[in-house]
């Protein structure tokens, strides 16, 4: 018999078995499935929970690098924001030039002064601009910043001593960058490439997720084009401790839980399993004196828990889901349902080797002789 065709026949076999035994099949899943059920319910409520408040973390900044010119002496040329774009765990970034003065090119005097500054690279979503991006040369402003021009609408000119250009739109700025609200934004023009007098004074990146801040820190001085090294990277060091602190904490006592639900399951999956062997000694007695192997029989036991438990999961983990719903209002992550999903059954399989081991083992003589 070609093995394809042997694995085949054993499965069939071991499915009729759970099928002939409905007690035993039934009792295997009813408990994966509530196992799945209250894993999910209580520490997939946490983790729902710890989703949320790791992702209130992420959005204070533990993912921002700050690499910043104080002096000015640093010298960090453009081409720097395209050198940091070419890394991998590079989200966005985003340089700016020196502060500038500008007013209100048509009120001239009679207007208050505002800080403008030429953006290198595309603006990030934490700067949202509702008229749309600009083009290269043009400016947005801020709201507080149109107010101090003298706009209306966020439309006009401004014009100083190094920056001149019109504007076009607004924008409003998120944290981190909420320092930039108050102030005027210029898209690189396409004359900057020409000037060798324009430096960027900041830059700032934000990396994929907290584990590759330390990575991307570390390589940064190798891709910083300056003409010394008198500039100053920050990173959110507090905030990734911070992060790493609740993460554990959260999630300490949900696994602990996971693992009494999971424990306990896999004694009565085992104690069930061992009863169904049992009864069905002398079918496996029958199996032997005619051939089958141990490792068929271990097959059997395993495909028999594999169905149940199979099917119990997927209960479970429905009615798991739903209940998460309804309490944290959230759902946990597609890796974490998939996980228990696949633990619990992984559980049922585990507590299947001890009987299935028994019932290969046994003599097929003694079990058939009858008294």
Avoid at 41 to 59: F, K, P, S, W
Avoid at 245 to 253: K, N, P
Avoid at 276 to 285: C, E, I, L, P
Wanted: hydrophobic share 50%.
């Amino acid at each position: 018999m070609r093995p394809f065709a042997w694995h085949r026949g054993i499965a069939a076999e071991g499915v009729a078995i759970a099928r002939s035994q409905p007690v035993a099949s039934l009792v295997t899943g009813v408990v994966v499935a509530a196992a799945c059920g209250v894993i999910l319910a209580t520490t997939g409520q946490a983790a729902a929970a710890e989703a949320r408040v790791l992702r209130g973390i992420d959005e204070a900044g533990t993912m921002i690098i700050a690499i910043e010119d104080h002096q000015g002496q640093a010298r960090i040329a453009p081409t720097t924001v395209k050198r940091i774009e070419a890394l991998d765990s590079v989200v966005w970034v985003v340089g700016f030039s020196q502060v500038s003065d500008v007013r209100n090119a048509v009120l001239d005097r009679a207007s208050v002064p505002v800080p403008a500054r030429i953006v290198f690279g595309k603006l990030p979503d934490e700067i949202r601009q509702p008229h749309g991006e600009p083009a290269p040369g043009q400016a947005v402003a801020s709201p507080d910043a149109a107010r101090g021009l003298g706009l209306a609408q966020p439309v006009g000119a401004v014009a100083g001593t190094t920056i001149t250009a019109d504007v076009v739109g607004s924008f409003v700025a998120a944290p981190p960058l909420d320092f930039l609200n108050g102030s005027v934004l210029v898209a690189e023009p396409d004359t900057v490439s020409r000037r060798d007098d324009l430096f960027l004074r900041s830059v700032y990146l934000k990396v994929a997720d907290v584990e590759s801040v330390e990575q991307v820190t570390e390589i940064l001085r190798q891709v910083v084009d300056a003409e010394s090294e008198q500039y100053t990277i920050s990173t959110p060091q507090q905030l990734v401790e911070l992060r790493r602190v609740v993460a554990s904490e959260l999630s300490r006592s949900a696994r602990q839980l996971m693992l009494v639900v999971l424990g306990v399951g896999l004694v009565v999956v085992a104690v069930t399993l061992f009863g169904a062997v049992s009864q069905r000694r002398r079918d496996f007695g029958r199996r032997r004196a005619l051939g089958a192997s141990r490792s068929t029989l271990v097959w059997l036991v395993l495909i028999q828990s594999l169905v149940a438990s199979g099917l119990g999961a997927i209960l479970g983990v429905s009615v798991g889901l739903i209940a998460v719903q309804r309490l944290a209002g959230g759902l946990p992550s597609t890796t974490f349902t998939l996980g228990v999903f696949t633990l619990a059954v992984l559980a049922a399989l585990v507590a299947a080797v001890p009987p299935a081991v028994v019932a290969a083992v046994r003599d097929p003589v003694r079990i058939l002789r009858v008294p």
